[in-house]
């Protein structure tokens, strides 16, 4: 039906920044929200920021002012800007769709996850 895909993920230095992309593909009538968890080793997955149709915005404490969320709707593109990053942001990175998929008759709600893209920040 829907298939989400993160990319952008890789190794970089403390302070570096980095930007995660999440492409939706499939039967999509539209995306209600997006939303980008982590999960590090050994921790449970958390809520990084989402991100409404009505691009409202939302984000973790340990994110906040550093990381941004933006859509493009057009395309079904999320996206996570990530600045001044620190060791504690490596994790793997999910992202997550509220979608309303196009079965043919009415649109369904439906949620979609990624398969994740890995951050390390190390030095």
């Known amino acids: 039906q829907v298939r989400l895909m993160e990319s952008g993920g890789d190794l970089v230095q403390p302070g570096e920044s980095l930007r995660l992309f999440c492409t939706a593909s499939?039967?999509?009538?539209?995306?209600?929200?997006w939303a980008w968890y982590r999960q590090a080793p050994g921790k449970q997955r958390e809520l990084v920021a989402s991100i409404t149709s009505g691009d409202n915005t939302n984000y973790s404490d340990s994110v906040n002012n550093r990381f941004t969320i933006s859509r493009e709707n057009g395309v079904n593109v999320a996206y996570l800007e990530m600045n001044s990053l620190k060791p504690e942001d490596t994790a793997i990175y999910y992202c997550?769709?509220?979608?309303?998929?196009?079965?043919?008759?009415?649109?369904?709600?439906?949620?979609?996850w990624g398969q994740g893209t890995q951050v390390t920040v190390s030095s």
């Open positions: 997550k769709a509220d979608v309303l998929v196009d079965t043919g008759a009415d649109p369904t709600p439906f949620e979609f």
């Open positions: 499939g039967s999509i009538w539209t995306i209600n929200t």
